[in-house]
């Protein structure tokens, strides 16, 4: 099964009878023309899954969907999937995204952001990636950073190391992020050597994780810091 069907099975066993009528006009309507169309759909859908949305839903992580839903409600995961279905040549499908994510509203950026995966032309969505990334707003560097699997696929060494960075100083659930091993690297591990003497040097909490991403290249002074550290053994080892 198509990843989008499996998405849309999930979305529609969650809704009324008459929330489910609605999705399938709103289906009809962006097919024949998402641009006329798309963006009164997008913003009243609050309104429109009112009985619905505020239910979470998870999904069987499988590498062929290019999303993972973990406790999304259902107002993220139907606008997630209407994005999907989005068709259009590069430049006005660029274009009118962009639209989007400019004039939307915190919850809506977040659906955009949690999108960014299954946008098409994927690689222009980089710099998006990145302005998200930067920005202050919690739902939106979480939605990029937890569960996405953008970042990890896209994003240059620098870039995915800032990003890494970032989300420990601003406190996101770190094994969340997809592709952490796969894409760790030694210039990373000596940035957050870096921090980690910051931390010590203020004597304030060093993040367990942080180890687990530079325990192959400590410094001496950074395996002192460790051993003074109440750290598991235990969880070295497993990563």
């Given at each position: 099964?198509e ?10 066993e ?29 913003s ?13 839903v998870s ?16 107002l993220?995961?139907?606008?997630v ?6 068709e259009?040549q ?11 994510f ?9 659906a955009?952001?949690s999108?960014?995966?299954?946008f ?13 990334i930067?920005?202050n707003?919690?739902?939106?560097q ?6 996405n699997?953008f970042?990890a ?18 406190g ?10 796969d894409?760790?690297?030694?210039h ?24 687990v991403?530079a ?25």
């Amino acid at each position: 099964m198509e990843w989008k069907e499996q998405v849309r099975n999930t979305l529609f066993e969650l809704l009324t009878t008459e929330e489910k009528s609605y999705l399938e006009e709103c289906e009809r309507t962006i097919a024949d023309n998402y641009t006329t169309s798309f963006v009164k759909i997008f913003s009243s859908l609050s309104r429109k899954l009112n009985t619905s949305k505020d239910k979470t839903v998870s999904m069987v992580q499988e590498d062929s969907n290019p999303l993972i839903v973990e406790n999304w409600t259902v107002l993220r995961l139907a606008r997630v999937y209407l994005l999907s279905l989005i068709e259009d040549q590069q430049e006005p499908y660029f274009t009118f995204i962009e639209k989007l994510f400019n004039y939307a509203d915190m919850q809506e950026q977040e659906a955009l952001y949690s999108a960014l995966n299954i946008f098409q032309f994927p690689r222009i969505w980089i710099d998006r990636c990145q302005e998200g990334i930067r920005n202050n707003i919690g739902l939106v560097q979480g939605a990029i950073m937890e569960q996405n699997k953008f970042p990890a696929t896209y994003l240059n060494e620098e870039a995915w190391n800032q990003m890494i960075l970032k989300s420990f100083f601003t406190g996101k659930d770190i094994k969340k992020i997809y592709g952490l091993y796969d894409r760790n690297n030694i210039h990373l591990a000596n940035s957050i050597v870096d921090y980690i003497y910051e931390r010590d040097s203020a004597n304030r909490e060093i993040h367990p994780m942080l180890w687990v991403l530079a325990k192959d290249h400590l410094p001496p002074r950074a395996k002192e810091i460790l051993k003074q550290q109440n750290v598991s053994p235990e969880l070295l080892e497993k990563n």
